[in-house]
């Protein structure tokens, strides 16, 4: 190039609505794996206000359904764990190949791994935006917060279980954060508020009566003879979610939700009772 070339940007729709009445910050030439070059253009906008209401959306999050909301809403994980497992057997045996198989079956299944590269994180990253979405248009309908689980750690807790080989594969590609952090900015550009709450004891705790019950798989029973409320775990919790993060919303120094006296009887197993006795022990949120 012999000086400065002005090239015609090919932009579609979409971006061209974006770009429209905004004044563009910086830019930044790439080039991709395709080898064709994508500029980055970089805008500044405002935030609208966040929603201040007391009407909050739990969402639990999880392996076998990706999220559940206590509206009701449900995505279940089987598909992902499909691709997953899918892209998992491909993986090894194309790797197999190219390090013990012929000259050209070498080659061939470098090829194959490179194209497949990144084909699953995209899949993942595709349905964590679908979920994310719907997630705050409903919030933005129902004028709505949306309280979360705060996993933060959970991969280190979970790994020091012994687990097959299979099973540790599947926590560590279990992509939650990204959905927390998709949720986030997208709270942010449509103005509902996201918070984060603890998630100790929700899925265990019953949201009718907030004692201790049995959870078993993924069905929940209530031990208090006067709710025997039974159902979806995660439903479950993320009603309990939805119940925390309203008292942070309205006692932003914590909350006391979700307080009940555990006591250990002759087994050794946690039960609830209704008033306090000697050698309990109280769970509270803050």
Excluded at 212 to 238: H, T
Aim: charged content about 25%; aromatic content about 8%.
């Amino acid at each position: 190039m012999n000086g400065r070339e002005h090239i015609k940007i090919d932009a579609g729709n979409y971006q061209r609505g974006k770009l429209k009445g905004r004044k563009p910050t910086s830019a930044q030439l790439c080039k991709h794996r395709d080898g064709n070059y994508y500029i980055h253009i970089q805008i500044k906008d405002s935030a609208p206000t966040p929603i201040k209401s007391n009407n909050v959306i739990g969402v639990d999050f999880g392996r076998r359904d990706i999220a559940v909301t206590s509206n009701g809403d449900k995505w279940d994980g089987k598909q992902i764990n499909d691709v997953r497992d899918k892209f998992s057997r491909v993986r090894a045996s194309l790797q197999k190949k190219a390090t013990k198989g012929t000259r050209s079956t070498r080659r061939r299944a470098r090829q194959i791994l490179k194209r497949l590269s990144g084909k699953e994180r995209r899949f993942q990253q595709w349905l964590n935006h679908n979920i994310s979405k719907s997630i705050i248009q409903s919030a933005l309908k129902n004028h709505a917060v949306v309280a979360i689980e705060d996993l933060t750690g959970i991969r280190e807790r979970t790994l020091q279980l012994p687990r097959s080989k299979t099973e540790r594969r599947r926590s560590n590609s279990w992509s939650f954060y990204q959905l927390r952090s998709f949720l986030e900015y997208k709270g942010i550009q449509f103005g509902v508020e996201v918070i984060a709450v603890p998630p100790a004891w929700t899925s265990q705790t019953c949201h009718q009566c907030l004692h201790i019950g049995l959870r078993s798989d993924k069905r929940f029973k209530c031990i208090n003879e006067a709710c025997s409320w039974s159902g979806d775990a995660d439903f479950n919790g993320s009603k309990n979610i939805a119940a925390i993060g309203v008292n942070l919303v309205n006692s932003p120094r914590g909350s006391n939700c979700l307080c009940c006296v555990l006591s250990v009887d002759s087994s050794g197993l946690l039960k609830a009772h209704t008033v306090p006795d000697r050698g309990s022990v109280w769970v509270v949120y803050f």
